[in-house]
């Protein structure tokens, strides 16, 4: 079945450091992907999408983009703020986007000032 | 936030018993998704309910069912609890048919089975 595999955490970084989250995919056919964060105390939102190859999802200067050649979906920020900690989850769904999600297990990211 | 709610946040229960989760979709979605999310896991999809009916289940087994009600709040039960079955329970709703695929989530029931 489809799964989604991403970078074991925690990933502690200092405060305006790049970040790179990796997330790799099996999928039949040509899935939407997805990632979702999930702030301390809240519930999960999705933070970007992208729905064919080659698309570039971005947000809150978050960026991914969908590289059908290597399965992947990697999660990347120029510059992390303390408010950026959380746990981030890479998802996929069918290309209708109507099937469930399923997710990858998560990486929780601490920054530290 | 999402405008989706759930009830309890918490609770206790013991190995047997049964618990009911609500849940209170944005307003304006008709589709309700159950997830199941363990420590340190991703979330597991359940099931989920569109037009009062189940239209998709997940790898769970018959002791989890649910509802969804005409006003689309939802809930879900579980019963015979086992000690697995502690985890955060997430709702999520959704409007069928904008393809988009984006869930919008509340913040979870975190239950407990001793």
């Known amino acids: 079945g489809d799964s989604v595999t991403q970078m074991e955490g925690p990933v502690t970084l200092s405060e305006e450091a790049f970040l790179t989250i990796n997330c790799t995919y099996t999928?039949?056919?040509?899935?939407?992907l997805f990632w979702y964060v999930q702030y301390p105390g809240e519930g999960l939102q999705l933070l970007l999408k992208a729905t064919k190859a080659d698309d570039k999802g971005s947000n809150k200067g978050f960026e991914a983009t969908y590289r059908k050649e290597t399965t992947s979906f990697h999660l990347e920020k120029g510059s992390v703020q303390v408010s950026d900690s959380a746990v981030y989850f890479c998802?996929?769904?069918?290309?209708?986007?109507?099937?469930?999600?399923?997710f990858g297990k998560g990486t929780r990211l601490s920054v530290i000032a | 936030e999402t405008g989706v709610t759930q009830s309890p946040t918490h609770l206790i229960k013991t190995r047997g018993q049964q618990v009911t989760l609500r849940c209170s979709s944005q307003s304006g979605h008709n589709t309700v998704s159950w997830y199941q999310q363990a420590l340190g896991q991703g979330p597991q999809f359940i099931f989920q309910?569109?037009?009062?009916?189940?239209?998709g289940r997940g790898n769970f087994p018959p002791r989890f069912s649910g509802l969804q009600f005409p006003n689309y709040s939802s809930e879900l039960n579980v019963n015979a609890l086992e000690l697995d079955d502690s985890a955060l329970y997430l709702c999520?709703?959704?409007?069928?048919?904008?393809?988009?695929?984006?869930?919008?989530f509340g913040e979870g029931s975190r239950l407990t089975v001793l």
């Open positions: 998802a996929l769904s069918d290309q209708s986007g109507n099937t469930p999600l399923v």
């Open positions: 999928a039949t056919g040509y899935p939407s």
């Open positions: 309910y569109y037009r009062e009916e189940e239209n």
């Open positions: 999520a709703s959704s409007l069928a048919g904008l393809n988009t695929g984006e869930l919008f």
